[in-house]
């Protein structure tokens, strides 16, 4: 429970434990995507203030190419605006663990973009939750 701005208490919901892994594989010359849909604000009973809009965010992300990518690359977007970006030039696995949060009621995107003829691409995102 927490006060509101009027002293008046009233139950804040659980945060969302975090999940292992979420994956996805494309077939060749197919950019892979993992979405994770924005939270609006809702209203929270018996509280004039309301539960805000919560973001997603991701622990670590996590790539592999089965080829030599021609124009490879991981990106992150929310809401239209880039929060990271990074080109891939080799076959083979790598990961970024860095978190990276989305804006606030807004899907935050992972893009492995396709590798070329004949490469398969896959795309883990490691410890997501609303935040």
């Keep these: 429970m927490a006060?509101?701005?009027?002293?008046?208490?009233?139950v804040i919901p659980e945060i969302a434990q975090p999940k292992a892994v979420d994956s996805a594989t494309a077939v060749a010359d197919t950019a892979v995507q993992i979405v994770y849909a924005g939270i609006p604000a809702q209203p929270i009973p018996g509280s004039p203030l309301g539960n805000p809009?919560?973001?997603?965010?991701?622990?670590a992300l996590d790539w592999s190419y089965s080829d030599t990518p021609t124009a490879g690359?991981?990106?992150?977007?929310?809401?239209?605006?880039?929060?990271?970006?990074?080109?891939?030039?080799?076959?083979?696995?790598?990961?970024?663990?860095?978190?990276?949060?989305?804006?606030?009621?807004?899907?935050?995107t992972v893009t492995l973009a396709a590798g070329g003829s004949?490469?398969?691409?896959?795309?883990?995102?490691?410890?997501?939750?609303?935040?």
Excluded: K, M
Aim: contains cysteine.
């Design 3 to 10: 006060a509101n701005a009027r002293g008046s208490l009233y």
């Design 53 to 59: 809009a919560r973001s997603i965010a991701i622990r």
């Design 73 to 108: 690359g991981v990106l992150v977007t929310s809401a239209g605006i880039t929060i990271f970006a990074l080109g891939i030039a080799a076959a083979g696995h790598g990961s970024v663990e860095v978190g990276f949060q989305g804006f606030p009621g807004q899907d935050l």
């Design 118 to 131: 004949g490469v398969i691409g896959c795309l883990n995102t490691l410890g997501s939750w609303a935040a």
